[in-house]
T-cell receptor
């Protein structure tokens, strides 16, 4: 199973709402990532979890709150978002190995978020 | 500093033509990894290939081939006999050893016209 799943596929929310995005993988990967992608732009890294611990936060506003409940699950909690946060949110995972060897990231289909 | 340049913003070719997507990278590390991803209109990024800096062999996979040249810091991608299903945005990306981050190029939007 080489699949990363994300729910929901689409989400529309108001600026006062609280919602969560969910990502799941069953490939035994120990690194998981959240990206934000605006139209006609490359993905921008938001957060990295390595062995269920947050290892990178790319200065993301606190209205985005990541959570990694276990090695297969990654959530992104959203609160008080702004219209400019509307984007495609992509989750990815990769096999974590020791040393310098780097493994490719596998991406989910994304959640298309609209903030009204 | 790391950088990936995809100078071609958009390319249109007629089906069955060959097309090459250019990628030039910058890094100070001697160990690094290069990637190509495909993003069709559905939005999901599909991993195509990883190439390690110590392996300069070119690779062919069906109609896809990749030319890695360290001397020119390039990692170009060629699609032979293009098909309409190849229409997508293609991203070249770079990661340095020990770094969790992938640096993406800006992408090349490829249109295959029937």
């Amino acid at each position: 199973d080489t699949e990363v799943t994300q729910t929901p596929k689409h989400l529309v929310m108001g600026m006062t709402n609280k919602k969560s995005l969910k990502c799941e993988q069953h490939m035994g990967h120990r690194a998981m990532y959240w990206y934000k992608q605006k139209a006609k732009k490359p993905p921008e890294l938001m957060f990295v979890y390595s062995y269920e611990k947050l290892s990178i936060n790319e200065s993301v506003p606190s209205r985005f709150s990541p959570e990694c409940p276990n090695s297969s699950l990654l959530n992104l909690h959203l609160h008080a978002l702004q219209p400019e946060d509307s984007a495609l949110y992509l989750c990815a995972s990769s096999h974590r190995t020791s040393g310098n060897f780097y493994n490719e990231q596998f991406f989910g289909p994304g959640t298309r978020l609209t903030v009204l | 500093a790391q950088k990936v340049t995809q100078a071609q913003t958009e390319i249109s070719v007629v089906e069955k033509e060959d097309v090459t997507l250019d990628c030039v990278y910058e890094t100070r590390d001697t160990t690094y990894y290069l990637f190509w991803y495909k993003q069709p209109p559905s939005g999901e990024l599909v991993f195509l290939i990883r190439r390690n800096s110590f392996d300069e062999q070119n690779e062919i996979s069906g109609r896809y081939s990749w030319n890695f040249q360290k001397s020119t810091s390039s990692f170009n991608f060629t699609i032979t006999a293009s098909q309409v299903v190849d229409s997508a945005v293609y991203f070249c990306a770079l990661s340095e050893a020990g770094d969790d981050k992938i640096i993406f190029g800006k992408g090349t939007r490829l249109h295959i016209l029937p």
